[in-house]
Nanobody, 114 residues
Framework: QVQLVESGGGLVQAGGSLRLSCAASRSISSFNILGWYRQSPGKQRDLVADVISGGTIHYADSVKGRFTVSTDNAKNTMYLQMNSLKPDDTGVYYC????????WGQGTQVTVSS
């Protein structure tokens, strides 16, 4: 069973930055797709960014130019650097990993105050 553990969430003022981490219990290079999702209050869980094996990265339009996803294979960890945060970025952020099935972390809360 794969375990994904997110960390790095918190409360930040609009315009601030946070870096989220997602530590996997096995090599992240073994997954086909790694992703970050956000679930805002009263809304469905939406894709923020994903990394396809081979290195292709996609970002949601709402975060392009502000968020950057990266990976560290040696640490089996994926990161999400979030800059210029807005109140609309508030939500629970989940990391996911896909190989034959999708695995999810428990989520980390990000709250952006105006």
């Amino acid at each position: 069973q794969v375990q994904l553990v997110e960390s790095g969430g918190g409360l930040v003022q609009a315009g601030g930055s946070l870096r989220l981490s997602c530590a996997a219990s096995r090599s992240i290079s073994s997954f086909n797709i790694l992703g970050w999702y956000r679930q805002s209050p009263g809304k469905q869980r939406d894709l923020v960014a994903d990394v396809i094996s081979g290195g292709t990265i996609h970002y949601a339009d709402s975060v392009k130019g502000r968020f950057t996803v990266s990976t560290d294979n040696a640490k089996n960890t994926m990161y999400l650097q979030m800059n210029s945060l807005k109140p609309d970025d508030t939500g629970v952020y989940y990391c996911s990993a896909f190989y034959l099935e999708t695995f999810w972390g428990q989520g980390t809360q990000v709250t952006v105050s105006s």
